[in-house]
Structures are given as C-alpha cells and as structure tokens.
C-alpha cells in the first residue's frame, strides 16, 4: 500500500536505517525514533497508519507501550521485534494485540510482506487475550533457534483459540511441554490439564478410560466412574501417542469431534464435551493411514493445526541453553552446582542425540550426580557418549524378560499415568482380557484358523473357546497363518 505512513521505534540506528530504507523504496511514508516518548507523542496525535517497535526500549518496554496503543487507538496495528527471543515474548505480544511478532535477527522480506499484510487487514482489531501470570524463569520451552522462533510464534496466534492441534515429533522432543504451554498460556488456564498416554492403556481399557463407565456396564463396574473428557472439562485434554489407539477407539473418538458430545459406557444420556484436544505422536500417522491402522477422517479432525517438533540434531544452537537450564534445574533439586566448560559444550552441541531432549537431561543430571569435579571436562562427555547405548543407534531391550515381567512393566506404566488418581473400576476383569485375546488369536494362527485344535493347545472346552471368540471380537480365518 502506497503512501501508507509507518512508525519506527528502536533504540539501534542501524536497524532504524535499514528499515526505514526497505520501506521508503517501496513507496512508504517513514519516520523513525530511538525513543518510546516520541513514538507515543506520535501515536496520540494521531499520527500513522502502522507502528513497528523493539520490545526494549531506553525508556519504556515496548510491549507496555503497546498496551496503552490498543487504549487509544484499538485499530493501529503494530508489529512487535524482539532479539529477547523466548515464547514468553511472543506471548505476551499476541496477548496485548500485536499484528505480529518478528525476532531479531529477522528476514528483511518478511518483515516487508508483514507490513503490506497489516495495511492490507487495517479496521479487522484484534481482541487482546486473557494476560498470563507465567514468569520468565517458569518458562516451559527453552532455545532460541530459527526452528524453536517459528513455533513460538505459532503457540502465540494458538493461545486465544480452542483450535485442535496436532503435535509431531520424535520420542524427546517435549511434545508434552508444548501441549501444557498451550493450555497454561491459553483461554482455558483456569481449567485442568489432563493427559492420556494412548500407548500405556490396555486396548480393553481405553473407552472407559476417556468417557467413564456407569455401574453394572461391565463386570467389575461396581460404581460409576469419571472419564478423561469429564475429569478435563473446562480445560485440555492431552492425547499422547494417539497413533497407538485402536481403531474401534478411533471412532468413538471421532463421533466426539463431529458431534461435539459423548457418552458414558453403559450410559445413555449425553454429555456436552467441553474440553480443548491436543493430540501428539511420534509415529507417521499418514503411513498408518495407508495400512488401515488410522482412520482418515480422524486425521483430519485432530490435525487442524499441526505443529512440528524439530529433534535435538536440527536444533543444536539450543543445546547450550538446555544445558544451562538443566544445571540450574539439578542444582534446585539438590544436586551440587557445576558448570560445563567449552570443549565439553562443544563436545555437546556435535553430538546427534538420538533421544533427543530427553537424552540430553538424562545426562545433564548424571554428569551432576556421579562426577566430583565442579567444572565438567571433555573427557566425561566423551566417556558418558560413548557409553550411551542410543550413541550407536540400537534399542534396549531386556531380552530375558519373562511374560511376567513384561505384564508388570506394562502395568506400571499404566498405573503410572494416573498420576494421584485410580484407574476406573474392574481393572481385573479388564487386564485378563487383555492378555486373553493375543493368546487366543495367535493360538488360532498357530492351528491355522482350527478351534478344535486351539482349544485343546490352550486347554479349554471348545464351546467355551467360541464363546471366549465372539466376546473378544476376534476374526477366524480358516487355513490363515
């Protein structure tokens, strides 16, 4: 837009120039100030069609001043810079009405691009949202890449929504942290948090375990019992490893998006379902599609707005400062403060690390815990690398672990994400037929599809085998193997 009339305010002269150069060769009115004062004089005259200010300013904060903007002038757009960098930056910027967020260093193009796009949208507003209380030292992500700047600004245009996100990314990553900066920073802050690994519920359990169960629906209901969607309501319900539900799951879950309420297993009335949906998997839920494990429709529902986690390895201008905060963290813990010299931070940012974030905290805190020295060498880096078994790429699996020990892993994961609560009633009854339907169906695979056979392998009557087979919905192929 032609003739528009910008307002610059930033403290550094070389950027002043440099942008009021980009803006002035492509037909725009500039004036530019080192100053907040001489912005504010401007803009309470009435000066200006779009305003572009630094956060930190030698006289007052940027984002302040951008508040007491949007009083007197709601419809003035302003675009916000920042070499500060952090998501709480972002936030509070999208919090107080800013068009945009652009971190320093930032792309001349694009700042370009943004501002015809704010001329463009001039008269729209925008709602400040709901100011959030969280502290610069609470923040939940940490990095200051080019990778982690998008996301933040992502995050920022999210928090006011009650959009579906979908988070993807590898094992490590933090897709949980993103999940809780949604809701923490979001309209739903007042409400719960409530997640849900997908992976570490049997698949018998997973529908009582969302919806909650009325008493008498299945053997073991002695009472009613809450589900996931009721206990988040008001809040956000976090579904992690979604690709890991099953796919009679799948669709009741689907039914909930479309219609927007659920109900109770054993129930009849309808529950209005009030929650916000994050979803987040490390798997390739379009793969998953391609062979009949996902349904598509679901897809769709859930990845409204996808957001991608880059790995630890696409990211390495952050290792510093993850391991800065999880010295700082260990030390709040009671673990002695050290620190990490440069060839053992070098050491650190070369590294790939498979596990990711996760694996880069792991061995933060062992580097604490076991070794003396106060300031922590190369020589420890390379020891502790060479011995980590995700260092050569190859899983860990205890290849002398029973069915029991197996069963009782799997349980305690379960158990584990309840957290503080109990899982719902008729756990028993549940968990045995769990473990009752991979038997049978690979005991039929192993007949070739024969009943006769199978139930005199797995010692039972053969009309009681049949009966166990309709229950448990198992498919019986004849001759299949």
Same mark, same amino acid.
């Given at each position: 837009?032609?003739?528009?009339?910008?307002?610059?305010?930033?403290?550094?002269?070389?950027?002043?120039?440099?942008?009021?150069?980009? +803006?002035?060769?492509?037909?725009?009115?500039?004036?530019?100030?080192?100053? %907040?004062?001489?912005?504010?004089?401007?803009? @309470?005259?009435?000066?200006?069609?779009?305003?572009?200010?630094?956060?930190?300013?030698?006289?007052?904060?940027?984002?302040? +001043?951008?508040?007491?903007?949007?009083?007197?002038?709601?419809?003035?757009?302003?675009?916000?810079?920042?070499?500060?960098?952090?998501?709480?930056?972002?936030?509070?910027?999208?919090?107080?009405?800013? $068009?945009?967020?652009?971190?320093?260093?930032?792309?001349?193009?694009?700042?370009?691009?943004?501002?015809?796009?704010?001329?463009?949208?001039?008269? @729209?507003?925008?709602?400040? %949202?709901?100011?959030?209380?969280?502290?610069?030292?609470?923040?939940?992500?940490?990095?200051?890449?080019?990778?982690?700047?998008?996301?933040?600004?992502?995050?920022? *245009?999210?928090?006011?929504?009650?959009?579906?996100?979908?988070?993807?990314?590898?094992?490590?990553?933090?897709?949980?942290?993103?999940?809780?900066?949604?809701?923490?920073?979001?309209?739903?802050?007042?409400?719960? $948090?409530?997640?849900?690994?997908?992976?570490?519920?049997?698949?018998?359990?997973?529908?009582?375990?969302?919806?909650?169960?009325?008493?008498?629906?299945?053997?073991?209901?002695?009472?009613?019992?809450?589900?996931?969607?009721?206990?988040?309501?008001?809040?956000?319900?976090? +579904?992690?490893?979604?690709?890991?539900?099953?796919?009679?799951?799948?669709?009741?879950?689907?039914?909930?998006?479309?219609?927007?309420?659920?109900?109770?297993?054993?129930?009849?009335?309808?529950?209005?379902?009030?929650?916000?949906?994050?979803?987040?998997?490390?798997?390739?839920?379009?793969?998953?599609?391609?062979?009949?494990?996902?349904? @598509?429709?679901? $897809?769709?529902?859930?990845?409204?707005?996808?957001?991608?986690?880059?790995?630890?390895?696409?990211?390495?201008?952050?290792? %510093?400062?993850?391991?800065?905060? $999880?010295?700082?963290?260990?030390?709040?813990?009671?673990?002695?403060?050290?620190?990490?010299?440069?060839?053992?931070?070098? &050491?650190?940012?070369?590294?790939?690390?498979?596990?990711?974030?996760?694996?880069?905290?792991?061995?933060?805190?062992? +580097?604490?815990?076991?070794?003396?020295?106060?300031?922590?060498?190369?020589?420890?880096?390379?020891v502790e690398l060479s011995e980590s078994p995700a260092a050569a790429g190859e899983d860990v699996v205890d290849r002398s672990e029973n069915l029991s020990d197996a069963v009782e892993r799997h349980l305690r994961t379960y158990f584990a994400a309840h957290?503080?609560?109990?899982?719902?009633?008729?756990?028993?009854?549940?968990?045995?037929?769990?473990?009752?339907?991979?038997?049978?169906?690979?005991?039929?695979?192993?007949?070739?599809?024969?009943?006769?056979?199978?139930?005199?392998?797995?010692?039972?009557? *053969?009309?009681?085998?049949?009966?166990?087979? &309709?229950?448990?919905?198992?498919?019986?192929?004849?001759? %299949?193997?």
């Open positions: 837009m032609n003739n528009a009339s910008i307002l610059i305010a930033d403290d550094d002269q070389a950027i002043r120039t440099v942008l009021t150069q980009a +803006l002035t060769r492509i037909g725009m009115d500039v004036r530019s100030t080192g100053t %907040a004062a001489s912005l504010w004089q401007w803009v @309470e005259r009435g000066d200006g069609d779009l305003v572009i200010t630094d956060v930190v300013m030698p006289d007052e904060n940027g984002l302040d +001043l951008l508040t007491r903007i949007r009083k007197i002038r709601p419809d003035l757009r302003v675009i916000v810079m920042s070499a500060q960098n952090t998501l709480l930056t972002a936030v509070k910027a999208s919090e107080r009405g800013a $068009f945009e967020y652009l971190p320093k260093p930032f792309d001349l193009a694009e700042l370009v691009q943004v501002v015809n796009k704010a001329l463009m949208a001039r008269g @729209e507003g925008r709602v400040p %949202a709901e100011k959030s209380e969280i502290s610069e030292e609470e923040l939940p992500l940490i990095g200051r890449s080019p990778a982690m700047q998008e996301i933040y600004r992502v995050l920022a *245009r999210l928090m006011a929504t009650d959009l579906t996100v979908m988070i993807a990314g590898e094992s490590g990553t933090g897709k949980e942290l993103v999940a809780r900066a949604l809701h923490d920073y979001g309209k739903r802050q007042k409400g719960p $948090f409530v997640a849900v690994n997908m992976a570490a519920i049997p698949r018998e359990l997973i529908e009582s375990e969302l919806f909650g169960h009325e008493k008498g629906a299945f053997t073991g209901a002695t009472a009613r019992s809450s589900g996931r969607f009721e206990q988040a309501r008001g809040g956000t319900l976090f +579904l992690d490893e979604i690709g890991d539900m099953p796919i009679e799951a799948q669709t009741r879950l689907l039914r909930v998006l479309q219609e927007g309420e659920y109900t109770t297993v054993g129930g009849r009335s309808s529950i209005q379902a009030d929650v916000r949906i994050v979803a987040a998997t490390h798997r390739d839920l379009r793969q998953l599609i391609r062979q009949g494990m996902f349904r @598509e429709d679901l $897809f769709y529902r859930l990845n409204v707005v996808p957001i991608r986690l880059p790995p630890l390895r696409e990211r390495k201008e952050d290792v %510093a400062d993850l391991v800065r905060h $999880f010295l700082t963290v260990a030390q709040k813990e009671g673990l002695p403060e050290k620190s990490i010299d440069g060839a053992a931070m070098q &050491r650190l940012t070369e590294y790939n690390w498979p596990g990711n974030i996760r694996e880069l905290e792991n061995l933060v805190k062992r +580097l604490v815990a076991l070794y003396s020295e106060e300031v922590i060498g190369a020589a420890a880096i390379d957290s503080d609560n109990l899982p719902p009633a008729g756990l028993h009854d549940r968990i045995l037929r769990e473990v009752e339907r991979p038997l049978i169906m690979l005991s039929l695979d192993a007949t070739k599809g024969n009943q006769l056979k199978a139930a005199s392998m797995l010692g039972l009557n *053969r009309n009681t085998l049949r009966k166990k087979i &309709r229950d448990l919905g198992i498919p019986v192929v004849r001759g %299949a193997r």
